[in-house]
């Protein structure tokens, strides 16, 4: 733990040296020196990238079409725009589905796209797309189909959601558009709240026949990364929770049509779902609290979570037992592997919730979390859910729609008294995330939106053993001498969540901070002389 105590102020103001001042200063209030677990900083997140610098940023249609709707297997994710957009989009690790028989609807092999071509942009592209979804339509029969705007879209003015509701019309299925235009807000964070906002328009409620169990829960923010999924499926089905609705790992249009009939919202990605939970719980009457299935304690803590809210002595005697035989492996593995990890550092820059998350597991091997940072995450992602009525509302939030949600009176009902919430309130947290600075040690930087130049500075200061974030910056970092460890594809390892999941990450961990090979590799201040100038102009 040496390390973290290393003048962090220092190095933050080295990091800014380079900046102009003007620069310097806009970023100063993305990067804050962590005061430890009492923490109540506040850090300047969710606004717009300085324009020049090289972000980790994805754009709004990417939160919308990739990661909310992407992982559902049954509906036609059409894509109105030229064919970039879906090519970026199309076979990813998101891919991975289970549908039950051979014969079952699955299109998440397929890219749709309008396919738009200059003329379209000059003449108007809804005619194209009418004939897209008519063609989808023909050739698979879908369920539902979905309409994603992508910049050019926006620009010229085609109304996806007019033609929406034509062609549900005219075919008789579900069609929605989503207004996700990749400009429509300052990273992928607006794309899930446009998404959330129109499968509460579009889809939850519509089938009143839940999954047959008992204890039914939804999860929310779990988008089968890796095969994260199956493995927590796997659990939940060992507990006797039965899982209703998943949004969106390996999920189907049926779970999201009977959402509305789960007793409970458990959320794991705070950042991308948080709006459906509060809509269902004004609409549905639905409580919701946080859960974590990254790290083998959190999994444990987050079963006996929902085991309490149920309330049931065999539900809570059953999940004892399956957490007891799950950590006797895990323990068995931890003792194998701690001693060659402790003391090791990492640095995660990932997404809006796995740069929190996955401290867990690095922690459970005895290692520390140098720096860490969100690249879209609110600051209520690092500040904890109490600071949302202190967040300035921009012209880029406002931008998307805020839906008016009522409670509907017909498929409203109570799940707990107001008493009984109480009463649990201490040991569930309704409505609560405490976000990532608490977790943090004193002395961690904390940046948002880390852009590539402090990226690289943070190595050179710092050298973690592991840095974790994504495929553009991997092999920046690789050739740093540094090894990257992708948290949005896992490198096409995983699964990483639950009790097998954490298994699979205290191994490859192990294999990366261990191997020599990095020590044969030398970054470039460190090969040759570095000549520095400036311009005395
Ligand atoms: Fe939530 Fe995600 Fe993430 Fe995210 Fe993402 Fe992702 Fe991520 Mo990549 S929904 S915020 S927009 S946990 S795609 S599955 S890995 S950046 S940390």
């Not at 380079?18 to 804050?32: C, D, G, N, Q, W």
């Not at 995450?377 to 009522?406: C, F, K, M, Q, W």
Request: aromatic share 10%.
């Amino acid at each position: 733990m040496a390390k973290i105590e290393m003048d962090p102020q220092r190095w933050k103001q080295e990091i800014l040296k380079k900046y102009p001042s003007k620069i310097a200063k806009k970023r100063e209030k993305s990067i804050v020196v962590n005061d430890g677990p009492e923490t109540k900083q506040t850090i300047q997140a969710n606004i717009r990238t300085i324009p020049g610098i090289i972000t980790q940023r994805g754009c709004t249609y990417a939160g919308c079409k990739g990661v909310v709707l992407g992982p559902t297997r049954d509906i036609v994710n059409l894509v109105h725009g030229p064919i970039g957009c879906s090519f970026y989009a199309w076979l990813t690790r998101r891919n991975q589905t289970l549908p039950p028989t051979p014969d079952s609807p699955n299109y998440m092999m397929y890219a749709f796209s309008t396919d738009m071509q200059d003329s379209n942009i000059v003449f108007g592209g809804e005619i194209k797309l009418k004939q897209a979804c008519r063609e989808a339509f023909e050739i698979f029969k879908p369920k539902a189909i979905g309409i994603f705007s992508t910049c050019p879209v926006g620009l010229i003015g085609d109304d996806v959601h007019a033609v929406a509701r034509e062609m549900k019309e005219e075919l008789g299925i579900n069609i929605f558009g989503f207004s996700c235009e990749g400009y429509k807000g300052v990273s992928q964070s607006a794309g899930h709240h446009i998404a959330n906002n129109a499968l509460v328009k579009h889809v939850i409620g519509l089938n009143d026949k839940p999954a047959e169990g008992k204890f039914l829960i939804n999860m929310l923010g779990e988008y089968n990364i890796g095969g994260d999924a199956f493995e927590l499926e796997r659990i939940l089905a060992k507990c006797g929770i039965t899982l209703n609705a998943s949004f969106s790992g390996n999920s189907t249009m049926e779970q999201f049509e009977r959402a509305h009939m789960a007793d409970l919202n458990v959320v794991m990605c705070h950042r991308s779902i948080n709006y459906v939970a509060e809509m269902m719980e004004t609409k549905y009457g639905i409580p919701w609290f946080k859960v974590n299935f990254i790290g083998a304690a959190s999994t444990a803590k987050s079963l006996r979570k929902i085991a309490t809210y149920f309330g049931d002595k065999d539900l809570i005697a059953r999940v004892e037992e399956v957490i007891a035989e799950e950590m006797t492996t895990v323990q068995k593995t931890i003792a194998e592997i701690k001693p060659r990890t402790t003391g090791k550092t990492a640095m995660m820059f990932v997404g809006g919730s796995r740069a929190h998350h996955y401290q867990e597991l690095f922690t459970e091997l005895g290692m520390t979390t140098l720096s860490a940072g969100y690249e879209f995450g609110h600051r209520d992602d690092y500040e904890g859910r109490r600071v949302i009525p202190t967040i300035t509302v921009d012209a880029d939030s406002r931008n998307i729609e805020e839906l008016t949600i009522e409670k509907d009176e017909a498929k409203f009902h109570e799940r707990l008294s107001e008493e009984k919430k109480a009463e649990l309130e201490k040991d569930l947290q309704f409505n609560e995330y405490e976000g990532m600075m608490k977790d943090m040690e004193k002395g961690a930087l904390v940046i948002d939106d880390l852009s590539h130049y402090e990226m690289e500075k943070l190595i050179e200061i710092y050298h973690p053993d592991v840095f974790c974030a994504g495929i553009k910056e991997k092999y920046c970092v690789q050739k740093m001498g540094i090894p990257l460890k992708q948290l949005h594809s896992y490198d096409y390892g995983g699964p990483y969540a639950g009790f097998e999941g954490a298994l699979n990450f205290y191994k490859d961990i192990d294999m990366i901070v261990n191997t020599s090979v990095w020590k044969l590799i030398k970054a470039p201040w460190e090969k040759e002389a570095v000549i520095e100038a400036e311009y005395a102009a």
